[in-house]
């Protein structure tokens, strides 16, 4: 078995490298190559193997698919030249012990990079073909152009609404402006407000304080001062005179008699009890102060049972 047409060019790595394609290399996988056979063939390394199938195929998958078919052929050339050993009579060309019942990925796949074993299109093929292309980029263009023009009409719709939508904020701006100032303007008659308040209570509380002191000494001037003494009796610093006193004095007087109350009194001290009595009879307010200490003790008594 050998390449035959192939082999002047697979000499080394480098050459297999640069002339080793996926159609060359389906043909002998179909006609049943291994590894043995390739880096027998070919002078080259298994890792040198691989690295060719790596440059052939981008996918992962068709690299590991193709080296498992290398495997498969391996196993399948033992199998071969064991039953040849065993039975030298039977003639088996490479192809037909090879050639597998069923079509398997390797007879179905088609190379990432296939060679055209067609030939070159003519030049009328050539000009149709770029009529054809001229046409298609003609309908391209007219379709962008159309996409443009209504791009055109959507920016200037969403730019009036953008103007609108500026105007609208310029208005809310002007009026969250005024109702701030008109705010700060509150803010400031009410802080005003307020002090002036605190300066009312203030003088409120001084004036009511001056208020309660006049009315003390209101009521402390209506008031009559009376002194009395054993004989005598002052109304404010001046002797009250008998004409000044009320007839009933004497009647008050003429009450005492027979009370046990005035034993300890003399007869001019009951005389000024009753006068005193018949004289604060007239008065609403007084203040009063007894030289005689039974006088004072008869007169809150006299006052306390009334």
């Not at 093929?125 to 003609?138: G, M, N, P, T």
């Not at 009409?153 to 310029?170: F, M, S, V, W």
């Not at 404010?236 to 300890?264: A, C, H, T, V």
Request: net charge negative.
């Amino acid at each position: 078995m050998n390449l035959k047409n192939f082999q002047p060019v697979f000499k080394g790595a480098i050459a297999i490298m640069k002339t080793l394609t996926q159609k060359t290399l389906q043909v002998k996988l179909k006609e049943g190559w291994g590894r043995d056979n390739f880096t027998q063939e070919l002078q080259i390394t298994e890792n040198e193997l691989e690295n060719a199938i790596d440059r052939l195929y981008k996918s992962q998958q068709c690299r590991n698919k193709v080296l498992k078919r290398l495997d498969e052929n391996d196993k399948l050339n033992f199998k071969r030249n064991k039953q040849l050993a065993n039975n030298s009579a039977q003639e088996v060309t490479v192809e037909a012990a090879y050639e597998p019942e069923t079509p398997t990925f390797f007879e179905t796949l088609e190379p990432e990079n296939p060679v055209s074993e067609t030939m070159a299109p003519s030049r009328e093929e050539k000009i149709q073909d770029v009529l054809e292309k001229i046409e298609q980029a003609r309908k391209e263009v007219l379709f962008l152009e159309q996409q443009h023009i209504n791009s055109v009409a959507t920016r200037k719709d969403l730019y009036n609404k953008i103007e609108d939508t500026q105007g609208k904020l310029l208005k809310i701006k002007k009026q969250l402006e005024e109702l701030e100032n008109n705010l700060q303007e509150n803010i400031d008659a009410y802080n005003a407000e307020e002090a002036k308040m605190h300066n009312l209570n203030e003088q409120i509380s001084k004036e009511k304080s001056r208020l309660e002191d006049l009315e003390k000494e209101k009521e402390e001037l209506e008031k009559v001062t009376i002194l009395v003494y054993n004989s005598g009796i002052e109304i404010d610093d001046k002797l009250l005179k008998e004409e000044m006193l009320p007839e009933r004095w004497k009647e008050i007087y003429q009450s005492f008699f027979g009370d046990e109350m005035f034993d300890n009194l003399t007869g001019a001290q009951s005389k000024t009890l009753a006068k005193v009595l018949a004289y604060i009879e007239t008065l609403e307010k007084f203040n009063i102060c007894f030289d005689s200490v039974e006088m004072e003790q008869v007169f809150n008594k006299i006052c306390c049972h009334e």
